[in-house]
């Protein structure tokens, strides 16, 4: 099965710097690679997705980018806020198959 | 909007109890899913279904077990609660549409079992 470990399992910025979270699998079949972001005592909730025949994504100040190559994906975030503080889920996966989520990137906005 | 429900967002139980923990998504979705949430152990797979009846294994299913018997209800079953399955229970649902597609999530269950 999908091996997926995320790198680091805590990060601390300050407001208005930028955050990288890497996201590495083991599974060459995986094709979708989705980011969830999940609030203290919320659900988990999709913030951005990449498919393998796309490289990068941006969507405001979040961005996904992808190394199929190396089996990597990252997730950046840019001009930290506060409520970006939250816990960060990755979840490499092939098409028809249940996400396997990763450990999971607390990341925490200090102002 | 998709909503997902779970019957309770707290609850507690003795050790040897059964267990029901149920789920509604009212967005007529195929998938749904059963995951544990523990701290430092992410979102563990309990178990999945892809539709009516069916049912699949996830990562975690020792003492659990499913049921599916209408489309927009999953229910997780614990057959004799135990102390090392106090933990918080998340329902999710997706569409299948060629290939994987987002999955909404229910608030979750805190299960405390004493």
């Known amino acids: 099965g999908e091996n997926v470990e995320q790198h680091p399992s805590t990060l601390s910025v300050q407001e208005g710097d930028s955050a990288v979270i890497k996201c590495t699998y083991s599974?060459?079949?995986?094709?979708?690679f989705p980011w969830y972001k999940q609030e203290l005592g919320k659900r988990p909730q999709l913030i951005i997705d990449i498919r393998s025949n796309v490289g990068e994504k941006k969507d405001q100040r979040i961005a996904v980018t992808l190394n199929k190559t190396a089996k990597h994906f990252s997730l950046h975030i840019t001009e930290t806020q506060p409520e970006d503080s939250a816990v960060y889920f990755c979840?490499?996966?092939?098409?028809?198959?249940?996400?396997?989520f990763g450990k999971g990137t607390t990341l925490s906005v200090s102002s | 909007d998709v909503k997902v429900t779970q019957s309770s967002r707290y609850l507690v139980k003795r050790t040897g109890e059964k267990v029901f923990l149920e789920c509604v998504q009212d967005m007529d979705h195929e998938n749904m899913f059963w995951y544990r949430q523990d701290p430092g152990l992410g979102l563990r797979l309990i178990y999945f279904s892809y539709d009516v009846k069916m049912k699949e294994k996830g990562d975690i299913p020792e003492g659990y077990s499913v049921s599916r018997e209408k489309k927009e209800r999953f229910s997780l079953i614990l057959e004799s609660a135990s102390t090392n399955q106090t933990s918080m229970y998340l329902c999710?649902?997706?569409?299948?549409?060629?290939?994987?597609?987002?999955?909404?999530f229910g608030p979750g269950t805190r299960l405390t079992v004493t």
């Open positions: 979840a490499p996966n092939q098409a028809g198959t249940a996400l396997i």
């Open positions: 999710a649902s997706s569409l299948v549409n060629r290939g994987p597609r987002e999955q909404y």
């Open positions: 599974d060459s079949a995986s094709n979708y």
